[in-house]
């Protein structure tokens, strides 16, 4: 069993950056594929990036590419999702999820899911 919590959102110019944070419990998180998901009002949950157990592998949605960095540190059960230069369109509902295997990219294949924190960017 996996818990996961979100924490890092609020409310952020248009240009300006924040980073998210995903605290995981249990002793086996390391053995999880971690990934973040978006969601904005009335859409679909998007995938936005995920990392493999050993965080030497990475996967950005192409929307993110080159502005956001997800990293993990698995001596402390966390994973991180660093957003720089957001846009208006980032604004949405971020989770965290975990999966038993070396992607977490699609929802399908998510064993554990965080209950979210929101980001809003103005413009």
């Known amino acids: 069993q996996v818990q996961l919590v979100e924490s890092g959102g609020g409310l952020v110019q248009a240009g300006g950056s924040l980073r998210l944070s995903c605290a995981g419990s249990g002793r086996t998180f390391s053995a999880y594929a971690m990934g973040w998901f978006r969601q904005a009002p009335g859409k679909e949950r998007d995938f936005v990036a995920t990392i493999s157990w050993s965080g030497r592998r990475t996967v950005y949605a192409d929307s993110v590419k080159g502005r956001f960095t997800i990293s993990r540190d698995n001596a402390k059960n966390t994973v991180y999702l660093q957003m720089n230069s957001l846009k208006p369109e980032d604004t949405a509902a971020y989770y965290c999820?975990?999966?038993?295997?070396?992607?977490?990219?699609?929802?399908?294949?998510?064993?554990?899911w965080g209950q979210g924190t929101q980001v809003t960017v103005s413009s």
């Open positions: 999820a975990a999966a038993l295997g070396t992607t977490a990219q699609a929802p399908g294949v998510i064993d554990y």
